[in-house]
């Protein structure tokens, strides 16, 4: 199998309220994990994961991005101004041009937002990636087509025609149809207790495996398994597939990539005496694995 290289490519960061992304956790329990500021929000990660295979290179999510508006920027924290993801691959000596595949776990704005190019007043947004193939699942598709007024807010309306007028787009029916576009050493998963038809890359080589989170394990603090955002469609179900999951994963000694933790890129997981899964041998935000 040939040796894959895994990165992580941070986009840009954003703040949002704590109890809403840990849930019925209390805030001074959560607050040990992620520090609030004066408004009650924490800063989070919207980092992307590239899988550079030399001659192919596939790019997970593409982050929140740069082309909120200005008074929408400032409601969902926004901190940079600037397309962040470009200026990281751009320290990869990569070009969005140069991306041959973009997987899409989902299509919330804080992890499909990245395909689009930054806010300029009076001008429409343009979709980037020229030449890539876009990857999403069917259910995932038809959720942003049709979002539940639940969460409306989360998707962004001028994706999905642009998205469609590209000619790239592919849409996968099942994980194992997704298998068949991707080829060898790719496996997927689709969840549903986050938001329906959630897909997650499970990329392997000869050194190796990683899981691409998304929004199932946020980051470090979410490991441990009652832990659940109050973004989550169903968190019970959401509880059940990480537990479905973890075996397999800690078995494999799989790294599992987080797309939101500010200070931790991915790490592998330990299980003690009682059950309770953690984190371990977390990396830090910049990573760069050879599997």
């Not at 990569?94 to 190019?117: K, N, Q, R």
């Amino acid at each position: 199998m040939t040796a894959l290289t895994v990165v992580s490519i941070e986009g840009n960061r954003q703040r949002l309220d704590g109890g809403a992304m840990f849930g019925n956790v209390p805030r001074a329990l959560w607050s040990r994990w992620l520090v609030p500021d004066e408004a009650s929000r924490v800063e989070l990660s919207c980092r992307a994961m590239l899988l550079d295979h030399g001659d192919k290179k596939v790019l997970c999510e593409t982050g929140i991005g740069a082309f909120f508006e200005p008074k929408l920027k400032e409601r969902y924290g926004v901190v940079e101004t600037e397309h962040v993801l470009l200026r990281s691959l751009a320290a990869r000596g990569l070009e969005h041009s140069d991306i041959d595949v973009v997987v899409l776990s989902h299509l919330h704005f804080d992890h499909a937002g990245g395909l689009l190019t930054e806010y300029r007043a009076g001008r429409a947004l343009e979709l980037l990636f020229p030449r890539a193939r876009f990857v999403v699942g069917r259910t995932a598709w038809e959720r942003a087509r049709h979002p539940h007024p639940r969460d409306r807010a989360s998707f962004i309306a001028e994706l999905v025609p642009l998205l469609e007028a590209s000619g790239r787009l592919t849409i996968v029916g099942s994980a194992a149809e997704a298998e068949g576009v991707l080829g060898d050493g790719y496996r997927f998963v689709e969840t549903e207790g986050h938001t329906p038809g959630m897909l997650h890359a499970w990329v392997s080589g000869s050194a190796g495996s990683v899981f691409f989170c998304a929004d199932l394990v946020p980051g470090s603090a979410w490991v441990h398994l009652p832990i659940t955002m109050g973004y989550d469609r169903y968190p019970e179900r959401l509880i059940d597939e990480k537990a479905d999951l973890y075996q397999k994963l800690l078995e494999q000694r799989a790294w599992l990539f987080f797309t939101h933790d500010p200070a931790c890129a991915a790490a592998r997981l330990r299980r003690d005496d009682a059950g309770r899964y953690a984190a371990a041998e977390a990396s830090g935000p910049d990573l760069c694995l050879t599997l």
